[in-house]
């Protein structure tokens, strides 16, 4: 695993934005099936990569709006939403789920808050939660956690000396990004992210005295 723990360490040293965002891979069969699933009014899609969907989101904040952006990346059969402003897909990551699996990682460096979310089935079954135990039930991503001990020190690859002990932010980001790649089999890079992405606008929170 070091080769794949060394990748996303050198991804959240040099994307920095990343610890900010709402993260959510989900099987489906088109992005219109993600769309419907989120249970949102589309006012507008263009193309954006992951800086673009940053300085769109930081705009719509200084003017008052909250979580009116998301970029929808595909992978067949699986499609990332990133959010940077708000945690839609999280809100609806048991319907994502209600035709297979879906997996969302919610980061706030400002809160100092690290959550990780696996549902299935239409159902959430288990969350790690960076400095607290395991809530749910893990053992239909057992086959996945064999080493991870930074999510949690029951998952220690005992015979190869992979034990927790105090184990750092970083640490347990890495290894919630393996848990994310094992399960989904795609591995996020920088080059992945800088792509354009359908970038969606939706109709959210206006400031005060303005519609949209």
């Given amino acids: 695993m070091g080769d794949t723990e060394a990748h996303y360490r050198d991804l959240i040293e040099h994307a920095p934005d990343i610890g900010e965002l709402c993260m959510t891979w989900c099987r489906a069969a088109s992005a219109d099936q993600v769309i419907q699933a989120l249970d949102v009014e589309v006012l507008d899609v263009t193309v954006s990569d992951l800086q673009g969907l940053i300085n769109e989101s930081y705009e719509d904040l200084e003017e008052g709006r909250i979580g009116r952006l998301l970029m929808l990346a595909e992978e067949p059969p699986w499609f990332l939403a990133v959010e940077y402003s708000g945690d839609r897909a999280f809100g609806a990551l048991e319907r994502l789920s209600s035709g297979g699996e879906a997996i969302c990682l919610i980061g706030s460096q400002t809160l100092y808050r690290f959550r990780l979310y696996y549902a299935r089935g239409g159902r959430l079954l288990c969350m790690f939660s960076y400095g607290d ?24 690859d005992l015979e190869k000396g992979l034990v927790s002990g105090e184990g750092l932010l970083e640490d347990w980001r890495v290894h919630a990004f ?3 790649e094992r399960i989904t089999g795609v591995r996020l890079s920088f080059e992945w992210l800088g792509r354009g992405h359908a970038l969606y606008r939706f109709r959210g929170w206006p400031p005060r005295g303005l519609s949209i």
Avoid: K, Q, S
Wanted: a negative charge; charged letters at 20%.
């Fill in 178 to 180: 393996v848990l994310m």
């Fill in 133 to 156: 135990d395991i809530w749910g039930d893990t053992a239909p991503i057992e086959e996945h956690l064999t080493g991870l001990c930074h999510l949690h020190e029951r998952y220690a």
